[in-house]
C-alpha cells in the first residue's frame, strides 16, 4: 500500500525555521517527482515545491523561493522540506505528494502555525 | 503565480448530474490538460482524473473529465450525498515552470 506520512509540523514564531519530513513507502521512491502542498486555514491548495527523482532538479513557488529548501534522501524513502524566514502566511497544513502526472497520491499533512 | 479559474460554489439535487469548470491559458489547461482532485472536509485531496480524462483505479465512472481548449470539465452524474466535497483542479504551466491549482469548486448535493 502507497503511504506518505508528514512529520515536523508545530508552532514556530515570524523569522524561525522548522523541517518537515515525509515518510514513503508501498512504492520505489526514487523514480518519483515529489512535491509539498499547502493548504491555509479555509482556504485552497497551493503547490509549494517539487523535487525530480534523484534531487538533481527542484522547483518552487515564487512566495518561497528564497526562504525554502526541498530535499530527499533516497536511500531513507523521506522527502524534506527545510522552511526558514518564516512569515503568519506561511501557516498550513502542508501535504507531501508524489506525482505520477498528476498528484496522485497524499499524506495526511501536517500543520505548521506561525505565530508570535 | 497565477492559478486557475473555478467557481466557489455549485449546488445540485440528489441523482442530478453537475458540471464543474475550471478556465487556465494555453500553457497550463491548454497545454496538457487539467487533473481534478477531490477533497472532503478534514480529509487530504483524493485524485479523480488525469491529463484531461484519465481515471485512477478505483474511482467512478460517475466522475468523467473533458477540455475544450482552455477549460477544463469535471463531470458527476447521480449525484449522491458523498459527492459532498471541495473540488479543485491542477495543472502544469510551461511558463511559469510551476504547478498551480483552482481556487476550488464547493459542491453542494441538495
Known amino acids: 500500500e502507497v503511504q506518505l506520512v508528514e512529520s515536523g509540523g508545530g508552532l514556530v514564531q515570524p523569522g524561525g525555521s522548522l523541517r518537515l519530513s515525509c515518510a514513503a513507502s508501498?512504492?520505489?521512491?526514487?523514480?518519483?517527482?515529489m512535491h509539498w502542498v499547502r493548504q491555509a486555514p479555509g482556504e485552497g491548495l497551493v503547490w509549494v515545491s517539487g523535487?525530480?527523482?534523484?534531487?538533481?532538479?527542484?522547483i518552487y513557488a515564487d512566495s518561497v523561493k528564497g526562504r525554502f529548501t526541498i530535499s530527499r534522501d533516497n536511500a531513507k524513502n523521506t522527502l524534506y522540506l527545510q522552511m526558514n524566514s518564516q512569515r503568519a502566511e506561511d501557516t498550513a497544513v502542508y501535504y507531501c505528494?508524489?506525482?505520477?502526472?498528476?498528484?496522485?497520491?497524499w499524506g495526511q499533512g501536517t500543520l505548521v502555525t506561525v505565530s508570535s | 503565480q497565477a492559478g486557475l479559474t473555478q467557481p466557489p460554489s455549485v449546488s445540485k439535487d440528489l441523482r442530478q448530474t453537475a458540471t464543474l469548470t475550471c478556465t487556465g491559458n494555453s500553457n497550463n489547461v491548454g497545454n496538457q490538460g487539467a487533473a481534478w482532485l477531490q477533497q472532503h472536509q478534514g480529509h487530504p485531496p483524493k485524485l479523480l482524473s488525469y491529463?484531461?480524462?484519465n481515471r485512477p483505479s478505483g474511482i467512478s465512472e460517475r466522475f468523467s473529465a473533458s477540455r475544450s481548449g482552455n477549460t477544463a470539465s469535471l463531470t458527476i452524474t447521480g449525484l449522491q450525498p458523498e459527492d459532498e466535497a471541495d473540488y479543485y483542479c491542477?495543472?502544469?504551466?510551461?511558463?511559469?515552470?510551476?504547478?498551480?491549482f483552482g481556487g476550488g469548486t464547493k459542491l453542494t448535493v441538495l
Open positions: 508501498g512504492f520505489p521512491f526514487s523514480s518519483y517527482w
Open positions: 491529463r484531461t480524462n
Open positions: 491542477s495543472a502544469w504551466d510551461r511558463t511559469l515552470n510551476a504547478w498551480v
Open positions: 523535487i525530480d527523482s534523484d534531487g538533481s532538479k527542484t
Open positions: 505528494a508524489r506525482e505520477d502526472s498528476a498528484f496522485d497520491c
